[in-house]
């Protein structure tokens, strides 16, 4: 199975920086991709983006593009989340999620292994 340990939450002001890490262990071999979603109390889990392990390709959701970065270490089998210019809606608890599918995906029921999750606040 595949562990996925975040860090790097916390409170921040607009306008301002985080970066996000998701390190992955157990059979980290039968990764093909991972993604970052996010959830704010009362409404659904949300798409943010997405990368291939090999390629580095990457996918983001509109309301983030030019914000987010989301790169990966494969060495350290990791993956972060960089985010600028944070808005007060950006604040949710994110997740980082691995699946075994090779296809680019955008829903949740497409991962296969999650994250604890780790809050992040945007103070206005």
């Known amino acids: 199975q595949v562990q996925l340990v975040e860090s790097g939450g916390g409170l921040v002001q607009a306008g301002g920086s985080l970066r996000l890490s998701c390190a992955a262990s157990?059979?980290?071999?039968?990764?093909?991709?991972m993604g970052w979603f996010r959830q704010a109390p009362g409404k659904n889990r949300e798409f943010v983006a997405t990368i291939s392990w090999n390629s580095g390709n990457t996918y983001y959701a509109d309301s983030v593009k030019g914000r987010f970065t989301m790169s990966r270490d494969n060495a350290k089998n990791t993956v972060y989340l960089q985010m600028n210019s944070l808005k007060p809606e950006d604040t949710a608890v994110y997740y980082c999620?691995?699946?075994?599918?090779?296809?680019?995906?955008?829903?949740?029921?497409?991962?296969?292994?999650w994250g604890q999750g780790t809050q992040v606040t945007v103070s206005s």
């Open positions: 157990g059979r980290t071999s039968i990764i093909y991709g």
């Open positions: 999620a691995a699946r075994r599918s090779g296809r680019r995906a955008t829903l949740g029921d497409e991962y296969d292994y």
